[in-house]
């Protein structure tokens, strides 16, 4: 079974940086899109930056640039999201999601359970 695990999460103050992490298991990330996305109270989820297969970044148009940063590393097969300059307004569960159509013309779409990021004023 594809398991994705976030961490990394936690309470920081405004000004800060975090380091996300999303390990995989079952499935290589570098086969895989693999997208940060993050949810804030009240507010629809929203994509935060992705890394295609072929290791080409995106970023939301609606984000600050510069203060994210989508990688990854083969060997551990591990996705990460680089915040910096924290403000209250990141507050919010961030989730990894990896998705691919596989050989058999299969959407496959893996999602991990959230790390919880918050940031005090």
């Known amino acids: 079974q594809v398991q994705l695990v976030e961490s990394g999460g936690g309470l920081v103050a405004a000004g800060g940086s975090l380091r996300l992490s999303c390990a995989a298991s079952?499935?290589?990330?570098?086969?895989?899109?693999s997208s940060w996305y993050r949810q804030a109270p009240g507010k629809q989820r929203e994509v935060v930056a992705t890394?295609?297969?072929?290791?080409?970044?995106?970023y939301s148009d609606s984000l600050e640039r510069g203060r994210f940063t989508i990688s990854r590393e083969r060997l551990r097969n591990t996705l990460f999201l680089q915040i910096d300059h924290l403000k209250p307004e990141d507050t919010a569960v961030y989730y990894c999601?990896?998705?691919?159509?596989?050989?058999?013309?299969?959407?496959?779409?893996?999602w991990g359970q959230g790390t919880q990021v918050t940031v005090s004023p």
């Open positions: 890394i295609s297969s072929a290791g080409s970044t995106t």
């Open positions: 079952r499935i290589i990330f570098s086969e895989y899109n």
């Open positions: 999601k990896a998705d691919r159509i596989s050989a058999f013309g299969r959407q496959e779409d893996y």
